[in-house]
């Protein structure tokens, strides 16, 4: 049976465009946006296709739960970047989220995501899975620009894949960076882009990224997304090849991303 979608629908954004082209995508197929911006710098383009966009701190759990009652919110979906070392920081921490954080068994990214969806299904509110209003960002196999992989890049990516997938497994991170079948970093709480510059710093050039899902991806929280970011933080590491999983990882602007790539002589490919 499908989903039946509220015309109301919620957003927790991150960091970066991703969560803009969801609200985007949304409001032009009729559905009404209540965004709830965790970060300032996509604050101005969202306010463009959300009928509200409330600020929080990602740790204002009070606030947030307060803004979801008040304006009806029974379906949501996560997009976009939050870094997890906030949770090593703890700045604006309400008394409901250093609770929330004291009751967890461990701070990983699943299990914390978990918890949260836990919380949320307690006052009556759904989390979708991520794609629904962005399926047309998902990428399909094969090599996405004119730079094609030379046969060393492949085989990096076949043992740079299998390696990703078992940090995935393990709840660590979704990237590698390989250079000549060698492991130059594996992604934990940084993020992909910093994975890439301690990579990078270690493979002098050329170095093979590689990102995926995890072996059991929940689709509500976490789905593979690279950008024009991603591209240019690997531009000015010389890194040459970025590899992600077909069917599971979302390009956003991918035009622009591809015209960059091709102009900088990157590979894109999806396997």
Known sequence: MALELEQKQGLIAGDGLLPVKMAQHAKENGFEIVAISLSGDNYRDLKKYCSKVYSCAPGEALKIEKILKEEGIKQLTFLGKVNKSIVLKRPKFDSKAIDFIEKAIRLN??????????????????????????????????????VQPTKEQIEDVNYGYEIAKEIGK?????????????????????????CII???????????????????????????????????????????LIAVEAGGTIIVDQEKTIQYADKHGIVIMAV
Do not use: H, Y
């Not at 960076?177 to 709480?189: G, N, S, T, Y």
């Open 198 to 240: 301690r990579g990078c710093k270690l493979a002098k050039k050329d170095a093979c990224i590689i990102k995926v899902a995890k072996p059991k991806q929940d689709k509500r929280f976490d789905i593979p997304a690279i950008g024009l970011k991603t591209l240019k933080t690997m531009k000015r590491r010389k890194a040459k």
């Open 170 to 194: 393990l709840d660590i991170g979704q990237s590698v960076v390989i250079k000549d079948k060698m492991i130059m970093a594996v992604e934990a709480i940084e993020g992909t882009d910093k």
């Open 109 to 146: 990214d699943d299990k914390v995501m978990l918890m949260i969806i836990e919380e949320l299904e307690q006052i009556g509110v759904t989390v979708l899975d991520q794609t629904i209003f962005i399926k047309n960002l998902m990428i399909p196999s094969g090599v996405l620009g004119k």
